[in-house]
């Protein structure tokens, strides 16, 4: 059972590939179902330590080890931790999906993170002003753009919420391989 940050990066490797925080339909382990922390509340409040843990870990795994874990979502919409090289050669090749395939929401999401890379709700703000959708489909269509892998959540410990970027602006030489 996982109780430190290297034991949650070696079960990555290990696995190949995880859910964060499990899903009843995920055929993936999950960091969550093999943490050996409590899930007890503190007294003053705020999350559990093992809440804390897993959510610590979703993204400092792949800021310390960009190079050996990717973070992204799978078809399913689950939250994954992959070994990097599984995510090049089987995960890659066998989801990505042309942003050009997807509905035209999808694809104005990804033209505004193409032309101006954002953290989630600047961005979403802009997208609802110009195409009057609402919360909820734009969280959808930047959904669609993860599973499919056009965008990517950067890995950069500087940035403290989730920031957009084009798959092709980190992942160059793959996205170039499979056009």
Request: charged share 25%; hydrophobic share 35%; net charge positive.
């Amino acid at each position: 059972m996982l109780t430190t940050f290297d034991d949650a990066y070696r079960f990555v490797l290990d696995q190949k590939i995880c859910t964060v925080f499990g899903s009843k339909n995920s055929p993936h382990p999950s960091l969550w179902d093999n943490t050996d922390l409590s899930e007890q509340k503190p007294k003053a409040g705020g999350w559990s330590p093992k809440v804390m843990a897993v959510w610590d870990w979703k993204t400092r795994i792949p800021q310390t080890y960009p190079e050996a874990i990717f973070y992204g979502k799978v078809p399913g919409g689950d939250a994954v931790l992959m070994e990097m090289q599984h995510f090049r050669s089987v995960h890659y090749p066998c989801t990505f999906q042309p942003v050009i395939q997807l509905d035209s929401l999808a694809q104005d999401v990804y033209q505004a993170i193409r032309l101006e890379p954002a953290y989630t709700g600047p961005l979403r703000k802009r997208v609802i002003q110009r195409t009057a959708c609402t919360k909820s489909q734009f969280d959808t269509a930047l959904k669609k753009l993860q599973v499919s892998l056009n965008i990517v959540r950067s890995n950069d410990p500087k940035l403290k919420n989730d920031f957009w970027l084009p798959m092709r602006e980190v992942h160059l030489d793959l996205v170039q391989l499979h056009e």
